[in-house]
Structures are given as C-alpha cells and as structure tokens.
C-alpha cells in the first residue's frame, strides 16, 4: 500500500486525464505518474534481463555455502540431489517457492528459487533478501534460515516452512466461515509482526522497502491489519492505477470504530490501528513508539493459544479439501464440499 505522504503530491492535484486533455501532454502525465507508482513499464518487456556481474554472483556464493544448518549444532554438507520436491507453494517477481524435504532428515522446508538473471534492480534487492534472512535467526518473528546453494546457476535459499499464509487465512475464516478473527489473536499477530519488523529496522538497520522511511511500513500494517479483523480491503475496487494513487493520496485514510459494520472492537485495537493510518507522516509512530501502546502490551501478557486457533482452522481447511498453499487463487473461488 503506498504511503498517501508522497513528496509530489501537488503534482497529482495538476493531473488532467479528461478526454479533452491535450494528447501529447496527457502521455507524458501518465509516464511520470507511472514513475511514482513503482509500476513496470511494459515497454521494457522485450529487454533481455543482464547476468549477475561476477562481483554480485561472488557475494552471494560466499553465503550460499551448501551447508544446512537445521538447529545450532546439526549441520550438512548438502546438494540440489538431497532435497525431494513436494511442489510449488508461491511466485514472486524474482521466482518460485517450493515446498521440499530435506530426505537425511525428512526435514520439511520452503525453498526459494531465485533465477540468475535479473535485472540490476532485483541484483539488489536479491543480495538483501538473501543477507537478512542469514542474519535474522536470532529473532523468534522471523522464519528460520537453513542454508543456501546454487543449482545451475539459480540461487536456492533453504528456510523455515510456515503453516500457511495470513490472506489465505483471513479469507478462508471470514469468507467461507463466515467468522472473524478473534482481537486476541490479532494481538498475537501484531506483536510479532511489529518485534520482526523493529528487529530488522534497529538490529540489521533494514526497513521492508529499500528508500522508504519505516513509517510506511507502519502504514501498511494499518491497512492489513484493518482488512484482516473486517474481512474487507478498505478501499473500494480501483478503476485504474491512478484511481487508487489519487484516492490514497488525496481522500481520507481509512478509519476504524469500535462498532464497524456491525463488528465489534475494543477501544484499544480501534486506537492501534488508526494510530498506523495516521496522514501526516511525521506524526505516524515508528515501531519502538508502537511497542509501547497498550494494544501491544496487552497482546505481550495474554496467554492466549494461538496455535490451538491456528490447528483447528487448518484442520477445517483440511476437512474441506482446500490446501494451505493455494496461490493466486481467490478464496470466493475456492471449491467447498
């Protein structure tokens, strides 16, 4: 979700895309409005993605060892040859996550295949990717590094395997039964999505979004979490992509009460979450001002069981013929007996 605090917002209040807009004036408008919204510009389809430069591959090759390291003190030497492959669970822009079993140990793992050409853009974000997963296992929020290798060049990055995803969870309990996600739960997923996201920032100096200022990470949790208790996205459907920059930038940010739609929330929750949506950016917290509201506090001393919660929806995901790793696959057209 963008951050409606963009520093060329009087350029959106300039826009003309009416039909008696002049042609050549309306072009060049869209071209740079693409630019804004980090949109891929389809012209550059036909260009053929460059290889690593030997000095990017080098870096990547001094952490893709081809040891696995599975807890502190169980290590392998391992290859491409010891990994059996159950399937593909996701898709990114830079390639595919599958679901594979590590055979010595019958260790089950996610394992990201990162294509060896990209473009220079990816060059980089691939490098960070790759380094802040090896320097994140000492944080409990954030999925678990195993190893790394190369496979014909392709990079594979080994790591820790979740249950399933939380849009396909949120959409399963809200849109098939017809439920809500408990506040408390929801506690539970901000606290550890918060502590992640605040490890990354204060311990590796990283932030979700190279360029971005943290705050609109704070943002984007605002409007996630706001989606996931309702069941709805917050905005209305876009017509186009200037639509919902216009709307983002220029409108209001959405807002929660404690009676919404006919949901009930707590005080507490409903101040959390509109505290991320807040405008003005220089008045939205960052994570260790957040740490501190009493939605998260209250989340830290609760004992609630989150994983009893989480067994028995994917049991009834289970019971109902609908795997956890569905992709790209919305959840009205999900096939329920």
Known sequence: MADPNLSNRSRFQKMDFSPNANPVESERRRQMLKKLSFQQDN????????PLP????DRIKLQATGKL???????YDFTSEDLQDLGEIGRGAFGAVNQMIFKRTNTVMAVKRIRSTVDEREQKQLLMDLEVVMKSNECNYIVQFYGALFKEGDCWICMELMDTSLDKFYKFICERQNQRIPESILAKITVATVQALNYLKEKLKIIHRDGYDVRSD???LGITLMEVATGKFPYPKWGSVFEQLYQVVQGEPPSLTTSYNGMEFSE????????CL?????NRPKYSKLLQHPFIQRGERSHTDVA???SDVLESMANNGITPFTTNQPAECWNIE
Not at 43 to 50: D, E, I
Not at 268 to 275: M, P, R
């Open 69 to 75: 390291q599975l807890t502190p003190g169980e290590e």
């Open 43 to 50: 012209t550059l389809k036909s260009v053929k993605p460059t």
């Open 308 to 310: 009893a919660y989480v």
């Open 218 to 220: 704070v943002w984007s």
């Open 268 to 275: 507490e929750f409903v101040a959390f979450v509109n505290t």
């Open 278 to 282: 807040i405008k003005d950016e220089s």
């Open 54 to 57: 030997d000095r990017t591959r």
